[in-house]
């Protein structure tokens, strides 16, 4: 029985469902096979939310509730609240990840 809930963030759907189709116009079996690698990968968090680092560059900068999972090349960032797990975004970690929160934060609707 999974010792904490894990939820997705509609931004991290989005950056799932954008990874796969990318994919998928190349290949959709091996679409597929990312989509069910990355899932098989966050439900590992339902019991061992710690496994994942804390993400380095914010550790850097003393923010250490944040926690990554790889499933290369993409990063699975994730928080642990109590006993929830937030999955909060999935982006290719060969981009730099100030550069994504920095584009995030600006393309935000107030």
């Known amino acids: 029985m ?3 809930s894990v939820s997705w963030a509609n931004i991290a759907q989005k950056d799932l469902e954008d990874i796969i189709n990318y994919i998928a116009q190349e290949s ?3 679409a597929l096979n990312i989509l069910y690698k990355i899932k ?3 439900a590992t968090l339902y019991n061992f939310p710690e496994r994942g680092r ?3 560059e914010l550790k850097y900068n003393n923010i250490e509730n944040y926690r990554e999972i790889i499933h290369y ?3 699975i960032i994730y928080r642990i609240d109590n006993k929830n797990v937030y999955v909060l975004a999935i982006f290719d970690g060969r ?3 100030e550069d994504i929160l920095l584009s995030r934060l600006l393309k935000q609707k107030l």
Request: proline share 17%; charged share 30%; no cysteine.
């Open 54 to 56: 804390i993400v380095p």
């Open 2 to 4: 999974p010792t904490y």
């Open 73 to 75: 090349p993409w990063r």
């Open 40 to 42: 098989e990968k966050t």
């Open 95 to 97: 981009r730099n990840i």
């Open 28 to 30: 959709v079996d091996n």
